[in-house]
């Protein structure tokens, strides 16, 4: 899979080059280019910014809103039986596009060995909380 590890080049989420699923006015929604399952949901803002931190407050909702409208979508038109939403920031986060954007993935029962913890593996020796944890 190629990353867009040099933030001098041109943003490829500002020069889109698949069909937008779902658009707000600040926010817009498509297919991951690289989906790990059925239905991998990219949702940006418009505005170029950086990581999800770096949105106003408007943009920040936008975006979690139309999350919200494309996990309706995705439910209808794939039937997952579960959903991953993440957001990589900067490069010690997994980051590889520099424009914000939140990773909408749809989960199937079978599609791991062992789902319990979800965004927890992104870290595998700490992908399982203690019995007694709260998390």
């Not at 280019?33 to 920040?60: N, Q």
């Not at 579960?82 to 596009?97: I, K, P, R």
Request: one cysteine or more; charged letters at 20%.
């Amino acid at each position: 899979m190629p990353h867009t590890t040099d933030p001098t080049k041109p943003c490829i989420f500002c020069h889109l080059d698949r069909p937008i699923l779902a658009e707000s006015e600040l926010a817009l929604a498509f297919a991951d280019a690289y989906p790990v399952s059925p239905g991998h949901t990219l949702i940006v803002p418009k505005r170029h910014v950086r990581t999800i931190f770096d949105t106003t407050p408007e943009e920040y909702a936008a975006c979690f809103a139309l999350a919200r409208e494309v996990k309706d979508l995705l439910q209808v038109r794939h039937q997952p039986q579960g959903f991953n939403l993440g957001v990589n920031c900067e490069v010690a986060g997994g980051q590889s596009v520099w424009h914000a954007h939140l990773h909408l993935i749809p989960r199937y029962t079978g599609d791991s060995d062992d789902p319990l913890g979800g965004v927890r593996n992104v870290i595998p020796r700490k992908k399982k909380p203690a019995p007694d944890s709260a998390a």
